[in-house]
Structure formats: C-alpha cells, structure tokens
C-alpha cells in the first residue's frame, strides 16, 4: 500500500498528478468520490479508492497527502480522523470564485 495519497484524483488538477506519477513509475492511491471511471485502471502504480472527504471517517496511514479538492472537506476530514504516520499535507486551492463569478450555473 501506497504512503502518498492524492485526494481529488479525477478533476482537473488531480488527473494531472496522476498521470505525472503513472509517468515516473510512482505508486499512490488515488481518491475520488466516484472511481466507476476508473474502475479499469487497476494495473500499474496507482490504486483508486472511493472518499467523500464531507463524511467519510476512516483512519489514514498515508504520510504524505497531496488534496486537488476542496479545503473545506479536507480540514473537516483531518479534524475527524487519526492520521499516526502523516507528515506532509500539500492542498490546493482553486480560483473558482473569481473564475467562476459570471457563470450562469450557480
């Protein structure tokens, strides 16, 4: 089991992140709410894992965590959780609200 974990594997940013690892032959496991999509990506480094980091609760025993998803679910999620071995936490935000401002879906 992979020690790095990517949270937000399926958008935009964490699909990058993935394939750069895939790349360099690096192992991680990568989590999405929704891992139907890459249900046949099972070969090779990455394992993909299904999270709801809102409401999802189960110990980590990563040591590094890279987050493409909100930040809000991921301070919620490492509020709630025990994490004995995390030593790193890399989250990215996004500028959605200001990108995203004078878009006409809500």
């Not at 394939?19 to 046949?40: D, G, P, Y």
């Not at 609760?57 to 493409?68: D, K, L, N, W």
């Not at 995390?86 to 809500?106: F, G, N, Q, W, Y």
Request: charged letters at 20%; aromatic letters at 6%.
């Amino acid at each position: 089991m992979s020690d790095l974990h990517v949270f937000g594997a399926s958008g935009a940013v964490g699909s990058w992140l993935i394939r750069r690892l895939r790349a360099e032959q690096r192992s991680a496991i990568a989590w999405s709410r929704s891992v139907v999509a890459h249900a046949q990506d099972t070969d090779g480094p990455i394992s993909w894992r299904s999270c709801d980091l809102y409401n999802d609760g189960a110990a980590s025993f990563a040591t590094t965590i890279i987050s493409a998803g909100p930040l809000d679910a991921l301070a919620g999620w490492l509020t709630r959780i025990q994490t004995p071995q995390l030593r790193r936490v890399v989250a990215l935000s996004s500028m959605s609200i200001e990108a995203k401002r004078e878009s006409t879906d809500p």
